[in-house]
């Protein structure tokens, strides 16, 4: 993971890095702490897959602070408190990162493949296997609302 300073979006300045095993990783950051999930046992070379808090509240030496064991996770996304992670063939996770970094799990939907997830004010995109999914969202009340077909 790189961090860079886009104070001067067309000259943006490298100013640390957060190392870890070869791996795909979406990140994203919220306040103090970057959200990252590591993929294992695919081409990206990883071998564990999991979801890493890094503290990054001090931009030139970001900390790793948890590592929580995922199945195979894709895509992440935060709106407020909830951090939403897709863990492939596990589901759909929804976290309260209220207390961050320790997060903790509020709501899982595990009879779905989840790839990648948008949340919006209010609702929640989400893809998996050729399917769009919306969710309806408030507080920690989720439930699904409809579904797509992709071709």
Known sequence: MYIYDIT????PTFI??????TACDPVVVDGDYAY???KGGNFCGNTDSGLYVVDVSDLANPELK????MSGPNGLGIKGDRLFVCDGEAGLKVFDKSDAPNVT??????????????????SLLMIGEQILY?????ENNIELISTFELN
């Open 134 to 138: 919306q969710y309806d969202y408030v």
């Open 8 to 11: 001067e979006p067309q000259k």
């Open 16 to 21: 640390s890095e957060f190392r870890h095993g």
């Open 36 to 38: 990252v999930t590591l």
């Open 66 to 69: 948890v590592i929580y064991p």
């Open 105 to 122: 799990e509020i709501d899982h939907f595990e009879d779905i493949f989840a790839y990648d997830v948008i949340p919006l004010d209010g």
